[in-house]
């Protein structure tokens, strides 16, 4: 079974670019969350979607990031115009269940460098 | 809200020694935690997670963790350390009776020296 996929792997664009950013979950997975990684810094959550639906968007930074998952399969991140403090590690992750306790499987990452 | 203290960033130590890495957090309410590992070049994995029971939990390397409600720690702890346990280890809490969203503390990396 295919775990949670991103791509691209790593994406380097200048400031005022915009750069989208994708996750496949793993099939059947009704629940799936976006995470970030600044440099150094904790894992922070950024999202999570249950099915289509956006259940929790608490931690998206400003209205320059915009998620969707059209038909609640995979799922996209957008930033547009990108600054240079959006540099990290975004970090996709799925679950069958959304219930605290379960396990959340999560993708290799998406390394974005804002120059 | 909550919150996760990892106070190493990183932790060096030779091979077949003994390893523990803190983790300390606050929460108003009652929470499950978890520890993830994130090797070289992929994705996190969940290593072991406390949810009820027994506050010793244990993964299938050879990794435990003790869930301390008095001290709020959840440290985790091998006696053994091998080449490829380096890693970077993610303390992590979530609210029982929410959804998974999960707050992170902000990693230590382990190198373990031949």
């Known amino acids: 079974e295919a775990g949670v996929t991103q791509f691209p792997s790593h994406s380097v664009i200048e400031k005022g670019q915009t750069v989208t950013l994708r996750c496949d979950p793993i099939?059947?997975?009704?629940?799936l969350y976006w995470y970030r990684r600044v440099m150094g810094k904790e894992i922070k959550f950024l999202l999570h979607?249950?099915?289509?639906?956006?259940?929790?968007e608490s931690g998206m930074p400003n209205n320059r990031f915009l998620a969707e998952r059209t038909g609640g399969t995979y799922s996209t991140l957008k930033v547009q115009p990108a600054e240079l403090e959006d540099s990290g590690v975004y970090f996709c992750?799925?679950?069958?269940?959304?219930?605290?306790?379960?396990?959340?499987?999560f993708g290799q990452g998406t390394r974005l460098t804002v120059v | 809200a909550q919150s996760v203290t990892q106070l190493d960033s990183q932790v060096p130590v030779f091979e077949e020694a003994p390893v523990e890495l803190r983790c300390n957090y606050s929460?108003?309410?009652?929470?499950?935690l978890f520890w993830y590992v994130q090797y070289p070049n992929q994705g996190l994995q969940l290593l072991l997670k406390y949810l009820s029971g027994s506050t010793l939990v244990e993964s299938i390397n050879g990794f435990e963790a003790e869930f301390n409600k008095s001290q709020t720690s959840f440290h985790l702890r091998k006696p053994s350390v091998h080449i490829s346990d380096t890693a970077e280890y993610f303390c992590?809490?979530?609210?029982?009776?929410?959804?998974?969203?999960?707050?992170f503390g902000t990693g230590t990396k382990l190198q373990v020296i031949p």
């Open positions: 992590a809490v979530s609210l029982r009776g929410g959804y998974q969203k999960v707050t």
């Open positions: 929460s108003s309410v009652s929470v499950y």
């Open positions: 099939s059947g997975h009704d629940n």
């Open positions: 979607f249950v099915k289509e639906s956006k259940q929790d």
């Open positions: 992750a799925s679950s069958q269940t959304a219930g605290g306790g379960t396990e959340a499987f």
